[in-house]
């Protein structure tokens, strides 16, 4: 039997169109997933399972319709809550109060929704990894930085959770955990009370199960109309990036075999080279990276140098040493190839490349290898991760959909169309 | 004889390489002039003259040579400090403790530089002034949202000050209280821990009173090599804008008449305008503003609406009545008119517009009209106040310079070159 847990937004939606939904039972449902799973699975920074059963719902709901009334959700501890400890993965900020929601906290709140508990999030959303596991196999990474939010969701703990991604903190732990993760375009989204990285690069980010929830969550956020439509994309641009050598066979051979099904369903595939092709995009998103994360971080690193990660100290320094000409290039290269691709993206309807080099590794000591996703966080372009299958060792594999600046609820329909064609099951609750 | 507290930064940069700057003598003698004035300006929403005494200037400084050891600078209160309170300008956060530095501020002390004190803001850095007064008039407003900063400049009170732009927050109070200020280009500085309100308005400023002074600061926060050049521009563009009617004669008088001067030497001037001539622009620059400054400030609508301003009600209400069509028209007219204008500045060196409708208005009650920024702030390019005289009631009058985005040291450049030909003095302290 389906347990209130598993279900999608989409799903919950469909019951409470019946009159049949309950929140308490969804709540409870979840609730219960959690004490069961959490050990194994730790995805969780924060959760107080006592105070959140006595905790009645959101008392006021300011913003009526959404359908986010009485959901619960997951939030990447990078992002303040008024209720919540917030410490950014960092020892040096444990425990920190905010006193105050971040903005997409404060209005999924206003919209009804619940927040259940703060997800794990990498130290500072960077490379030095927390403490989660991946549900399909826990001596395996999740990924990271939305390590908790991808895990979560993927345990079917709740039916959504928010990211944020810098380099490739979401459409990696949703590859390596098998879930749908969608990073927004960038500037959609107000990020005020979410720890700042990069000014250039963070963007707000969802994880679901299913294609349409993320209609419904941006709908709610943004005060649009998209929820539940699906398309059909005419063209669909196949990109193997100058990165191609370092995907595995299941990588390349998800992409391509994603393209060939595509195909058979009437889609016509264009091979695409985006980008200058000896990955100056990559290099230039690192160049961005860590000149703006040193100045988001001088104050860490000037005041608790012995409580950062060796990684952490790295970047900074790797970020101070780098002159205002290396970095102005790195962003005059990036708008030149953000212009072309805009328009590359009126031929075609969308791209897809690979999401990561292969199934998540073993071991929780790095979450990964971020290469395919640096030059398109560096783009700005909104991406969606879409798990298609299983790699040799029984990890998800996941491909990678790039659409248009600010044309996300485009390829929010395509995702949702491509979903059942060439999409696997995302559930790991079988119960 | 002039004092210490008068000098620019480029003129203490002089003294050090003359081997004469006395970082205790400038400190003392910024605190004794705003001992003195500090009752008839309030620029400051937090200082503690005892403390500053007592301090120690910043120990440690780990990014060397950038001319701001031992230099003192005022800090707008929406931008966190570890050992300040930061209020926002609201009710609901006083005496608020951030627990670290804004990534500008902690920069700015790792170069050495010293926080004076918090200035004043208006609420959330919207319409709602603040106690600041004009220093040339104190019943007159040193306008906003930036005002204690401004004022504190303009009064000789600090070298420089740092504030923030989302409409006018920058180049009006500059205008009003006759000081130097200049809007960086959008995206280019961390804004983290400064309280957001706009993800795609919001921008970081500086307020000095020598153009040179600009280059300093920004090659301190970015790296760069920018200290000290003046440049002649070849080519100047005259926008009168579709708001020219709101002008008043000394405004239309002080831009004409800078056209004029830069003509006579050698300049060659150029009539353009700039965008749609309905005004669309300054309308889409209300909408994003009110849409995004809704969904930032939902947290407190919900949770303390009875301590805002009405103001601050209204902006909110209008923005979450706004649905997500209207929002993304908004934005995609401005990133047309964006790329069309930073053509037109591969043509023209820089432009020059009204920074403000006239001079600035008697009263507190109101901080002006923010009509000549508005449609500039919604393009993201750079833009700095140069003050170029006097109005009928005896108020600062100056036009506004926007340069290309990204193009910032080139327009400060510009800004150094006019200021000797068309400037005027910006001094208060005449003692």
Redesign the interface.
Known sequence: MTTLNNLSLTELAELRTRGEFDAAALLESCVDRIVSREDDVQAFEYIDIDKLRATPLEA?T??LGTGLEGIPFGVKDLMDT?DMPTGWGSPI?TG?QA???A?????L??CGAQVVGKTVTTEFACFFPGKTRNPRNPAHTPGGSSQGSAAAVADCMVPFALGTQTAASIIRPAAYCGVIGYKTSR?A?????I??????LDSLGFFVRDARDLGIIR?A??????VGKSAQPARVGLVRTPHWEEASVVAREAVEGAAEKLSRAGVIIEELEVGPDDGALTDSHKVVMAY?AA?????????YPEQLSQQMISLIETG?A????E??NA??LA?EWM?WLDDVLVGVDCLISPSTPGEAPAGLDSTGDPVFSRMWTLLGQPSINLPVGEGPNGMPIGIQLIGRN?HDDTLISHAAWMQPLIGCVVSLDRS
């Open positions: 006021t300011s913003l008024c900020y920190r006193g105050r929601d903005g997409c906290v404060a209005m709140r206003a500037g989204f107000d990020l005020g009370g720890c700042s990285l990069s000014q250039t709908s956020l943004m005060r649009g109309q998209h703006e100045r988001a971080r001088i104050f860490e690193y000037k005041n101070l780098l002159t205002a000409t970095y102005n962003i005059a708008r212009l600010n």
